[in-house]
Every structure is written in C-alpha cells, then in structure tokens.
C-alpha cells in the first residue's frame, strides 16, 4: 500500500515472507479438522512465529511483547490473515488476541503472571464465556442468565454458555456472570475447576479456531474473590475495553483470507480458457473481479482509519461499528466473486476458497451482528448534534 511508511512497509513484507514461506507449507496438514487445528499443530506453529520474532507482537513491551499500534496491527495481521493458520501460528487469534489486550489493562499483576504470561508466551489458550442460550445474554448482553452469588471470600458461578470459541482446550476462561444487584462482573478460573463443564463441541460451518466452539455449563463453580477481573459489577465496561479493538483485528485477519480468495481466483481467470479466450477477458469475470478490488481497497482503508482512531486514545466504539459492517459485507462479498469465478472446484475441499468462505459467514455474526451494530449507529446518528 503506497501510503504506508518505510517502518510499515518492512513490518508487512517481514510478516507477509513468514507466512508465505513458513506457514502455507502446513496448510494441508493433517492436524486439522472440524474444530480446527490440534494443539501439537499449533504449538508447531507457534514456534515458527518465535523464531520470526512474530508471537504475539500486539501484547505489551512489559509482558514480552511489542507493544504495536492498532495501525502496525492492522497492516500486519491482514498478512497474517492470507492463511487461515496464521493467526493461530502468531498467536493473534479470536479469542486469545482479545483476552490479552483486555488482561493486559485490567488485571492485577498476580493475574497477569499467573494466566497472562503463559497466554502471551504461546503456552496456554484462553476462552471468553459470555454468550448464552436463549433467552440469555447474545446481541444483548443485558440479558444475562449466568448468576455469581458471593459467598464468603468465594463467588459461585451457576449458568450456562454457548458458543464460546476456544473453549476445548483452553485452560482458562473468563466469565461474564450477573451480580445479586443486577449489574455484571467478569472472573477468571482454571478449566480444570470443579463446576466447569465443558458440555460439547458445536458443529460449526466454520474451522478455523483453536478448539473450535463449546458449549459451557457451571454448576456451582467456586471462584475466589481474588479471581475478580477488576472491579466487581464493571462487566460491561470491560467488555467494551475488549469489544472495539477485538471487532477491528477480525476485520483485519479477515480481510487477509479475502485477499487471498481474490488472487486464487484472479490467478484462475488468468490461466483457465473458455470460449476461446482467458476466463477474465470475459466482462462477467473481470468485472466480478474489479468489484474485488474494489471493495478491498475501501475495506484497508476504514480500517486503517479505525486503527488510527484508536491509536488517538479514542474508544472508536461507534468507527468500529461502522467498519465492522463495511469490512464483514465486503469480504464475503470478495470470497462469494472469487467462489463463483472458480466454478465447481471452490465448493469442495480441492480448494482451499471452499474452506473460507464456510470460514467468513460466521462474521457477519459475531462481534456483534450487523444488524446490531446498524441500531447502534442510527441511534448515534439521531443523537447527533450536528
């Protein structure tokens, strides 16, 4: 990207020679199924990424990491995004990329020592438990079902979550549950707790996530008040800590594997004939194509905007709604064109377009779906005072 400064520029071609040489070697590993990578996988990975000087770079300087910037960010986990293993290999992966970011500001240093550090050194996995059956807690938090009673020095946790990405094999979690007075608060436990359950694994569309998505059960999990994650009863303002960087770095490891649909599809339209000329001189598949284009450009470029915002010190609660629309309608609209160019090929495992694109429409979801995020904005527009 010419805007990009020399500094940025050599962290994108550093990440992008990483992935390409280190990383899509494994893509057809057989350490892979529906639920994603396996552990002795990712740990492979993982080592890969130490030896570049890449695990876990968004972590800061005092807990190993190098501290970069939302912008240093994004330039470098759209690379990062180009292989759906990646993100695992970098440890920069929903959901262990948020909990990181969120520990790091609100943990206590006897937290922050005991779960952080192995989190940051690539040792152990995270899960973050806060979605609910119905009639819980999803789009709304406000609706929470999973109760902390105070009982002594201890909480007991009882409830039930869902879809909870990571949560196989993960070794700690943090839990939103609802106070006796009404307001929430966020723990942090062992997996291995007496009361932690974990029910199954969900069959998901998509496979990429360490440990795929569980669903959880806590039958009076005891947690010691120590294990509080901040202050009791600022659940929902830690979660907004979490929510609006977290919802941008999905934008930009997304817009990575969009990126490499397109260029599987635009090598295709190259080589592939038909009707006696090369697939992308038909105007149907070059200008599917350019649509492509397009919409990647547009795509970088507001969340190179939201990552500046919050470099700025900004919450950017409302800019990260806005790109987290624009980027989730414009990826899957790139993967569908690049799907359709392929032809019969891409709705198999044969190609690797199949797999993201079963991958991606989960976005358009999570993080808040996007009809969520379109109320939230309005209602932030008519409050506007121009």
């Given at each position: 990207m010419k805007t990009l400064s020399q500094d940025l520029i050599e962290l994108q071609q550093k990440v992008r020679h990483f992935i390409e040489h280190e990383i899509k070697p494994f893509e057809n590993d057989l350490r892979q199924d529906s639920h994603g990578p396996s552990n002795e996988l990712r740990v492979e990975l993982i080592e890969k990424a130490r030896q570049y000087n890449l695990l876990t770079p968004h972590a800061s300087l005092e807990m190993g990491g190098q501290g970069w910037t939302h912008l240093q960010k994004a330039v470098a986990f759209e690379e990062a995004g180009y292989s759906p293993l990646g993100p695992i290999a970098m440890n920069i992966h929903a959901p262990d990329e948020g909990n990181i970011h969120l520990m790091d500001i609100v943990a206590n240093e006897s937290q922050k020592k005991r779960w952080l550090q192995p989190m940051v050194e690539g040792k152990i996995r995270s899960c973050f438990a806060m979605t609910e059956p119905a009639p819980g807690a999803g789009s709304d938090p406000s609706m929470l079902l999973t109760t902390a009673v105070q009982d002594g020095n201890d909480y007991i946790i009882n409830g039930r979550k869902w879809l909870i990405t990571g949560a196989d094999g993960a070794e700690v979690a943090i839990i939103m549950a609802k106070m006796e007075d009404g307001s929430a608060s966020m723990f942090l436990t062992d997996t291995s707790a007496d009361g932690f359950i974990l029910e199954k694994n969900m069959n998901a569309m998509d496979s990429c996530f360490a440990g795929g998505h569980g669903i959880l059960r806590f039958e009076n999990l005891r947690i010691p008040k120590e294990n509080v994650l901040g202050e009791t009863g600022k659940g929902f303002k830690y979660a907004q800590v979490r929510l609006a960087p977290a919802r941008l770095t999905h934008c930009m490891r997304w817009l990575g594997q969009a990126r490499r649909a397109h260029d599987i599809a635009t090598e295709y339209a190259r080589e592939r004939q038909s009707f006696g000329q090369r697939l992308g001189d038909h105007q149907g598949v070059g200008f599917m194509l350019a649509?492509?284009?397009?919409?990647?450009?547009?795509?970088?470029?507001?969340?190179?905007?939201?990552?500046?915002?919050?470099?700025?010190?900004?919450?950017?609660?409302?800019?990260?709604?806005?790109?987290?629309?624009?980027?989730?309608?414009?990826?899957?609209?790139?993967?569908?064109?690049?799907?359709?160019?392929?032809?019969?090929?891409?709705?198999?495992?044969?190609?690797?377009?199949?797999?993201?694109?079963?991958?991606?429409?989960?976005?358009?979801?999570?993080?808040?779906?996007?009809?969520?995020?379109?109320?939230?904005?309005?209602?932030?527009?008519?409050?506007?005072?121009?």
């Amino acid at each position: 990207m010419k805007t990009l400064s020399q500094d940025l520029i050599e962290l994108q071609q550093k990440v992008r020679h990483f992935i390409e040489h280190e990383i899509k070697p494994f893509e057809n590993d057989l350490r892979q199924d529906s639920h994603g990578p396996s552990n002795e996988l990712r740990v492979e990975l993982i080592e890969k990424a130490r030896q570049y000087n890449l695990l876990t770079p968004h972590a800061s300087l005092e807990m190993g990491g190098q501290g970069w910037t939302h912008l240093q960010k994004a330039v470098a986990f759209e690379e990062a995004g180009y292989s759906p293993l990646g993100p695992i290999a970098m440890n920069i992966h929903a959901p262990d990329e948020g909990n990181i970011h969120l520990m790091d500001i609100v943990a206590n240093e006897s937290q922050k020592k005991r779960w952080l550090q192995p989190m940051v050194e690539g040792k152990i996995r995270s899960c973050f438990a806060m979605t609910e059956p119905a009639p819980g807690a999803g789009s709304d938090p406000s609706m929470l079902l999973t109760t902390a009673v105070q009982d002594g020095n201890d909480y007991i946790i009882n409830g039930r979550k869902w879809l909870i990405t990571g949560a196989d094999g993960a070794e700690v979690a943090i839990i939103m549950a609802k106070m006796e007075d009404g307001s929430a608060s966020m723990f942090l436990t062992d997996t291995s707790a007496d009361g932690f359950i974990l029910e199954k694994n969900m069959n998901a569309m998509d496979s990429c996530f360490a440990g795929g998505h569980g669903i959880l059960r806590f039958e009076n999990l005891r947690i010691p008040k120590e294990n509080v994650l901040g202050e009791t009863g600022k659940g929902f303002k830690y979660a907004q800590v979490r929510l609006a960087p977290a919802r941008l770095t999905h934008c930009m490891r997304w817009l990575g594997q969009a990126r490499r649909a397109h260029d599987i599809a635009t090598e295709y339209a190259r080589e592939r004939q038909s009707f006696g000329q090369r697939l992308g001189d038909h105007q149907g598949v070059g200008f599917m194509l350019a649509d492509n284009e397009q919409d990647l450009l547009t795509t970088r470029l507001s969340i190179h905007y939201c990552a500046q915002v919050l470099d700025m010190n900004d919450k950017a609660n409302y800019e990260s709604s806005l790109v987290k629309v624009i980027s989730s309608e414009n990826i899957w609209k790139i993967i569908d064109r690049s799907l359709q160019i392929l032809g019969g090929q891409a709705i198999t495992d044969e190609n690797l377009v199949c797999k993201i694109f079963k991958d991606a429409r989960g976005f358009r979801i999570y993080d808040g779906a996007n009809e969520v995020h379109r109320m939230s904005i309005a209602k932030k527009l008519m409050n506007r005072k121009i």
